[in-house]
């Protein structure tokens, strides 16, 4: 059962303004250790930091919190499966609240996608409840 979707769309211009202008100052509050490197790594940086901050909101969005009560940057991060499917690694406060949704006897699942099309950045996250019989 799905329990939670969000999305959001962010102009990759404003990335890199924000990059330039407050450089890790910006990229170590918002941005887990994963995402930085591998953001610093790509030749498109601003288009890779945009599309993570795109799911850190899309995810806030389907968690049903925004950024509060308890939710901040950090505890959202992009990370990728083994065959490269991207999906949200959620600590601390989303840990929390993913959970809340849950309810019991269920395991929590995002799904994300994200791309870009300059200057674009767009995610969709969606959160489902699955049983836990359905899992073994």
Same mark, same amino acid.
């Given at each position: 059962?799905?329990?939670? &979707?969000?999305? +959001?769309?962010? +102009?990759?211009?404003? &990335? +890199? ?5 407050h450089g890790e100052r910006f990229t170590k509050r918002v941005f887990t250790d994963i995402e930085q490197a591998k953001s610093d790594r790509r030749k498109?940086?601003? /288009? ?6 795109? @799911?850190?909101?899309?995810? /806030? ?13 950090? %505890?959202?991060?992009?990370?990728? *499966?083994?065959?490269?499917?991207? =999906?949200? $690694? *959620? ?9 809340? !949704?849950?309810? %019991?006897? $269920?395991?929590?699942?995002? $799904?994300? =996608?994200?791309? +870009? %099309?300059?200057? !674009? ?7 489902? @409840? ?5 899992? /073994?």
């Open positions: 059962m799905i329990v939670g &979707i969000g999305s +959001d769309l962010i +102009d990759i211009r404003r &990335i +890199d303004r924000t990059i330039e202008r498109l940086r601003a /288009a890779s930091y945009a599309k993570r901050f795109a @799911a850190k909101e899309a995810c /806030a969005k389907a968690l049903g919190t925004g950024l509060s009560r308890g939710v901040f940057w950090r %505890d959202m991060g992009v990370v990728n *499966l083994p065959g490269g499917k991207p =999906t949200m $690694h *959620l600590t601390n406060g989303a840990e929390k609240r993913l959970l809340a !949704l849950v309810p %019991d006897g $269920h395991r929590p699942i995002i $799904h994300l =996608t994200i791309t +870009d %099309d300059f200057p !674009l950045a767009q995610a969709f996250v969606i959160i489902e @409840a699955v049983p836990e019989s359905s899992l /073994a």
